[in-house]
């Protein structure tokens, strides 16, 4: 079974900053990894899959690098409504594994 | 529009069986795997498992396995997650969510239901 190791657990940024998240797959998994936000008491939204590919909708602020087994997801400019948990997740024929999150929170 | 609705909230007692369900709308339910996601209270998400409705092919994490059990029923476009003996554990929110067709990323979520198991 695959284990994704992202860090930080949390950070505080202020508004405007570049915020970088890491998320790290235990073996080669080549680009097989999605991002998710959620925010307080909603479901989980996909922002990113396929390791670089942002969704439909999703603000350019949002980015995702990477491939192998380090992943990186990048927001560009912190803004306020970014305030939320983020989640990598892996995903092939037989698990769809997540990290164990980044809680983003405004200095 | 693509909905998945789930089940209200359940407060339930241990060793008490459960029962909650899914109902998709807007697309065709068959022909999209179905998954199922625990958060525990403050945790984090993890995947419990996959069910394709148009054949109930089912596909479980190993931490679920044996633990609880998923189905469907395709003639009303529903999901199910159940549980025979309930624990303390397993109180948490339970998501349900749509698989992308090309893509395996997880692209519809319903809204969540809270179970709370306590004596």
């Known amino acids: 079974d695959i284990q994704m190791t992202q860090s930080p657990s949390s950070l505080s940024a202020s508004v405007g900053d570049r915020v970088t998240i890491t998320c790290q797959a235990s073996?080669?998994?080549?680009?097989?990894l999605n991002w998710y936000q959620q925010k307080p008491g909603k479901a989980p939204n996909l922002l990113i899959y396929d390791a670089s590919n942002l969704e439909t909708g999703v603000p350019s602020r949002f980015s995702g690098s990477g491939s192998g087994t380090d992943f990186t997801f990048t927001i560009s400019s912190l803004q306020p409504e970014d305030i939320a948990t983020y989640f990598c997740?892996?995903?092939?024929?037989?698990?769809?594994?997540f990290g164990g999150g980044t809680k983003v929170e405004i200095k | 529009e693509v909905q998945l609705v789930q089940s209200g909230a359940e407060v339930k007692k241990p060793g008490e069986s459960l029962k909650m369900s899914c109902k998709g709308s807007g697309y065709g339910f068959r022909s999209h795997w179905i998954g199922w996601v625990r958060q525990m209270p403050g945790k984090g998400l993890e995947w419990m498992g996959v069910?394709?409705?148009?054949?109930?092919?089912?596909r479980y994490s190993p931490s679920f396995q044996g633990q609880v059990t998923i189905s469907a029923d395709k003639s009303i476009s529903t999901a199910y997650l159940q549980w025979s003996s309930l624990k303390a554990s397993d109180s948490a929110i339970y998501y349900c969510?749509?698989?992308?067709?090309?893509?395996?990323?997880?692209?519809?979520w319903g809204q969540g239901t809270l179970v709370t198991v306590s004596s």
């Open positions: 997740q892996h995903y092939d024929t037989v698990s769809f594994n």
């Open positions: 073996q080669d998994i080549s680009n097989y």
């Open positions: 069910i394709y409705p148009g054949d109930s092919d089912t």
């Open positions: 969510a749509r698989l992308s067709h090309s893509h395996y990323y997880f692209d519809y």
